[in-house]
């Protein structure tokens, strides 16, 4: 007498199941989500990507990635930074980095400068204040005491009250701009943008997207003449030997911890550009 097969109810179930499987792709809600986008953008390579003239994403290297020239650092290292690698600057070994700049970015008219930093809280002499100005971004000049562009932070910042300052020289006219009381800018990465519009003669800093000031100021000739190299990590006259007129200063130090994905516009991004750009490095795009 030949064995029938006698299957359960159950067992007919994960048969079913088991073959349903084979025939059909396991489902990924994933792959059906709509691309993140932010003011239409879904990269930062969207962005004005016709006016971006300088670009620095410190992938273990110095190279500026639009005119592919390299930089020259100064014991200068790479480690983790905002996305991918970043430039590692320390006031102990007084490190910088100079980057020689063509006329797409001297000859600007209208322009954007943005870049990440962490920098780390140094106080030596225990005062609960930084030692010295610590130099970010910056144009030199190398006949006078300021440069073109200087941007630091002040002396007396702490985590709790920081004051970020930038100096901007054009011609004859020049401007000063900063945010003071800033809680926060120590130990954590924040991104800070200026903007220029040459229609409006209007200047825009930017936290992390965020406008904190603006000031107008009617340039008679907005291309930055007589400019030296860009210097990365301190002023200018921090370098060795020094760029300007008057030599290291006992008042400015050297920036300890990170600068990433720095980038020059020749043009002024709007605010809601701005805050695509902040928001899409956040997450990676």
Sequence with gaps: MKNK????SGAMFAVL???LSACYETFDPKTYAPPFTISGFSSVKQIEP???VAYWGFENSLIDSVSKSTGTGKAVTFQNGFKGAALNLSVANKS???FNPSATITGVQSFTISFWVNPTFVDANNDKAIDGILGLVNLSNPTGFWG?????????????????VVHVVSGANETWMNVSNYKGLFNSWTNHTLTYDATTSKFTYYINGSAMTSSTTSYTNTAFTGSGPMVFGCVQFQTNPSIGCCGNQDWASY???????VRIYNKA???????????LQGKGK
Excluded: I, P, Q, R
């Excluded at 073109?148 to 970020?164: H, I, L, M, P, Y």
């Excluded at 920036?255 to 994905?261: N, Q, R, V």
């Excluded at 991004?269 to 928001?279: F, G, Q, R, T």
């Design 255 to 261: 920036l300890t911890g990170s600068l990433d994905e």
């Design 17 to 19: 199941l088991v073959f």
């Design 148 to 164: 073109n562009v200087d941007w630091f932070v002040e002396n007396g910042s702490n985590n709790d009250a920081a004051k970020v």
């Design 5 to 8: 097969l006698n299957l359960s």
């Design 96 to 98: 910088y980095m100079t």
């Design 269 to 279: 991004l709007s605010a809601d550009n701005v805050n695509a750009l902040v928001v």
């Design 50 to 52: 016709s006016s971006l």
